[in-house]
């Protein structure tokens, strides 16, 4: 418009109404474009971003709930050293009043028990820490929960190289639900059928209520837990994985989740299968544990 301006000033070039119109509407729609491009852009940047932030909150979750199951084991190993350490001073002092010759051993025991305890109440306190800067997501609803599992797990799937389906069944209307505790307790699970499929197969989670108590169930088709070792599935130290280079498996994961059931006053249990293939675990959790402010 300053060009045909000008020039009708200099040359004496006359513009018409209609000239005039034509180049407002091509400067209209040709801006419309150029926004409308800008805007998809800055869209997708949006969208990018918010999948990275969605991403790197599932994988604080997860890593949030981990540490939330160590926490379990680190208060049970703190009430258990302080027990010793009471008992064995308790047991000193009978013996020190018979002059018995371990009695000053004993002592020694006592006092470096009660040291573990005061390391493992720094190690807890240090933990504590960690999840408090954490993402304050104490409670989600169970969908949102068990997509997070679904998602990280599909990733571990892929990881392995095996090719995994994951189902989820929900029914019922659940109330917001303790984040770190179900996402401790389902997470191994899942962690484990995915393991023990061999190249291909299906994971399904089923959530229900019944009365009070929510009921988590666990499928997969893998190969299955043989009928001599369901009795010993949760024995500390128990595994039947092994690593690449032919180590066993620590065997504790199927232990912490029962601890982390029990402190909940809960139920896991390995459903008895009609032929040697497959594995469900049943979880029953009292609703009331899960939904208020009454759990440590």
């Known amino acids: 418009m300053l060009e045909i301006g000008a020039r009708n000033l200099i040359f004496q070039q006359e513009m018409s109404f209609r000239t005039f119109m034509w180049i407002k509407s091509i400067a209209i729609l040709r801006s419309f474009f150029v926004l409308g491009f800008f805007n998809i852009i800055i869209l997708r940047k949006t969208k990018q971003g918010e999948a990275e932030l969605r991403a790197k909150n599932e994988q604080m979750l997860i890593l949030v709930s981990n540490l939330y199951v160590e926490m379990i084991q680190l208060t049970k190993t703190i009430q258990n050293a302080e027990n010793l350490t009471r ?3 308790e047991l000193y002092i009978e013996l020190k009043k018979e002059n018995h010759r371990f009695a000053t051993n004993l002592l020694s025991i006592s006092g470096k028990t009660h040291e ?3 390391d493992d109440q720094r190690i807890f306190s ?4 960690l999840i408090d800067k954490g993402p ?6 169970i969908e949102e929960i068990l997509n997070v599992i679904v998602a990280s797990n599909h990733n571990y799937s892929l990881f392995l190289e095996k090719k995994i389906h994951f189902r989820l069944s929900i029914n019922g209307s659940h109330p917001p639900y303790r984040t770190y505790v179900i996402l401790s307790i389902i997470n191994n699970l899942v962690a ?3 393991e023990a499929i061999e190249g291909s197969g ?3 989670i089923s959530v229900n209520l019944n009365e ?3 009921i988590i169930s666990v499928s997969d088709n893998g190969p299955g837990i043989a009928k001599k070792h369901r009795k010993l599935i949760f024995q500390p130290g128990f595994t039947t994985k092994f690593e690449g280079n ?3 498996s620590n065997g504790i994961g199927l232990t912490y989740i029962k601890n982390v059931i029990e402190e909940i006053e809960g139920t896991i249990e390995l459903v008895d299968q009609e032929k040697d293939s497959g594995t469900t675990f049943v979880i029953s959790l009292p609703i009331n544990k899960m939904k208020g402010s009454d759990f440590r």
């Open 87 to 89: 008992e064995s001073y």
């Open 126 to 129: 240090g933990l504590a820490k």
């Open 202 to 204: 299906e994971v399904v």
């Open 192 to 194: 484990n059928a995915v």
């Open 116 to 118: 573990i305890k005061k």
């Open 246 to 248: 032919g180590k066993p």
């Open 136 to 141: 304050n997501l104490d409670y989600m609803n």
């Open 212 to 214: 009070d108590f929510l």
